[in-house]
């Protein structure tokens, strides 16, 4: 009981046929990042920095953030990103500060924040995103 | 098993009789405070009493305090061994991350069928004790 969680590779699982399927996956998926967390932890000296139910608070907040989604392919599409993230993260793909502005404080990529110029006028806001409007 | 006794000297005699009760039909019902709605039927259904009544009350706390924490309520909020996790305002990955958390906690790996049917605090101590009475046997 209790012997060192492994994960398994990034498969490709055949697609979900129902949503009761890819919830179950999700959880599946939750439940094998939490059982990585002590590795992670391990891997990037977390030790101090943060605690393991904060890092599950982090993954359960980023699943929350697509719970509204209904359709079972575009679940299954995250959720194969999700675990081709996991699976970097743990074979040491990632470098400390990435998981340290990702998961524990509030930043995450520099892709997914909002662009600096948001006083701007809608003029330009339109100029920047196409030719036409 | 041993680190339970250890860290429960005090509770020991009422220890011995709940474990010898886990197969009598004696009541158990006046030892354990928090089973508070199970001792308004105290005579109907005894052996389903005596099944129910197994969990540690250390353990029950224990698992009151995960609760807590994971779903931010306040201190003061009255967590029972028959509260379901549903009526605390969690949702089903709450509930899955509530027993991770357990899993941490206490060292044991929860397969996931059993898991799933975890639905009350009460449920959680049981399936919880009877892991680490397996992975200490």
Do not use: W
């Amino acid at each position: 009981m209790a012997a060192p969680f492994t994960l398994r590779k990034v498969g490709v699982p055949p697609n979900s046929a129902n949503l009761t399927e890819a919830r179950r996956r999700v959880f599946d998926f939750f439940r094998a990042a939490c059982r990585s967390i002590p590795t992670i932890m391990d891997i990037y000296n977390l030790q101090d920095v943060v605690a393991p139910s904060q890092l599950r608070f982090a993954i359960s907040a980023q699943i929350r953030n697509n719970a509204h989604i209904t359709d079972p392919k575009v679940i299954d599409l995250l959720l194969f990103k999700g675990m081709e993230e996991l699976s970097d993260i743990v074979d040491h793909a990632k470098q400390r500060h990435h998981i340290i502005g990702q998961y524990v404080t509030g930043e995450g990529l520099v892709q997914n924040t909002g662009s600096k110029d948001q006083g701007k006028s809608d003029f330009l806001k339109n100029f920047y995103t196409s030719n036409y409007f | 098993m041993a680190t339970s006794f250890t860290s429960s000297i005090s509770m020991q005699p009422r220890f011995s009789q709940a474990t010898t009760t886990r197969f009598s039909l004696q009541k158990p019902v006046p030892v354990f405070k928090t089973n508070l709605s199970f001792t308004l039927r105290p005579r109907s259904m005894p052996a389903r009493l005596a099944i129910s009544c197994a969990a540690k009350q250390e353990t029950v706390e224990k698992v009151s305090e995960i609760v807590k924490k994971q779903l931010s309520l306040s201190q003061d909020q009255k967590v029972t061994a028959g509260t379901k996790f549903t009526d605390l305002g969690a949702d089903s990955l709450d509930t899955v991350e509530i027993v991770m958390g357990l899993e941490e906690e206490f060292g044991i790996t929860m397969a996931e069928e059993r898991a799933k049917e975890i639905a009350t605090v009460q449920q959680a101590a049981e399936l919880i004790e009877e892991l680490v009475l397996e992975k200490t046997a």
